[in-house]
């Protein structure tokens, strides 16, 4: 078997274990956050694990980058923008993180592990190998232009909304609040629609199924959960907005 075809067999496993995952997340919310419940064995810091969890990604991808063959050309601005996203995700969004002194159960970390392990060896496989280089000139093409605004609106979107969750709690707090303003005003979860975004345009701008697949992913994990976390809304608070959708303005 050939790097390549091993790689392709990996990435059609890749999508169909993200479409079975979504019947199960539409029955089974992820156990953390407002979702935690016992019987899901050990648990660790809930700040410890978002870091532990989402590292693996940059360091995964920085390292394919300096070990790949094509890390030349726009190599390194795909390096950039994954860097962007992941130096966030890993150091920045845990360290302000208001949840008190919650935990999330060891498995769930695995699993986020697992998945970022993965993940970030298809799409560093694919930029910096397989794909045998972007050249300079693709920056300039639609495509990454179109993918690399797109990107950063969803990164905006993301950012803005997951900030006005954090300021619902002063430190130490850890219950909820209806959230308002921005986003919210139309949608329960900007946060996760802002993420979907985010990777349509990295599919976009690297053209490619890894990044498609990746964007598949994230739309198997956060639309149940969106759709749970709306359910939740409207079980705990008895004026929850009525007009407000899940995740999808007007539509979801
Ligand atoms: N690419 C992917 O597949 C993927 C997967 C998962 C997450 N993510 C991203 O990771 C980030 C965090 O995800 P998440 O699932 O933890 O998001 P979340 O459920 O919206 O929670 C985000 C943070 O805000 C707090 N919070 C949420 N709603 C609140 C409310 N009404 N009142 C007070 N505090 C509230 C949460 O506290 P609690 O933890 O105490 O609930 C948590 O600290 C998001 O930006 C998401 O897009 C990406």
Known sequence: MTESSLYNFVLIAWVAAAALTIPYLLFVAAPYGRHARPGWGPTIDNR???ILMELPSPLLVTALFFVGPHNGGAAAVFLGLWLFHYLHRSLIFPLRIRSGKKAMPAAIMGSAIFFNLINASMQGQWLFNLSGGYAAAWLLDWRFLAGAAIFFVGFAINYHSDGILRNLRRPGESGYRIPQGGLFRYVTCPNYLGEVIEWCGWALAT????????AFWTIANLIPRA???HRWYHKKFSDYPA???AVIPGLL
């Open 48 to 50: 410890l694990g978002w």
């Open 207 to 214: 053209w490619s199924l890894a990044g498609a697949a990746f």
């Open 227 to 229: 759709l749970a976390h």
């Open 243 to 245: 007009a407000r959708k």
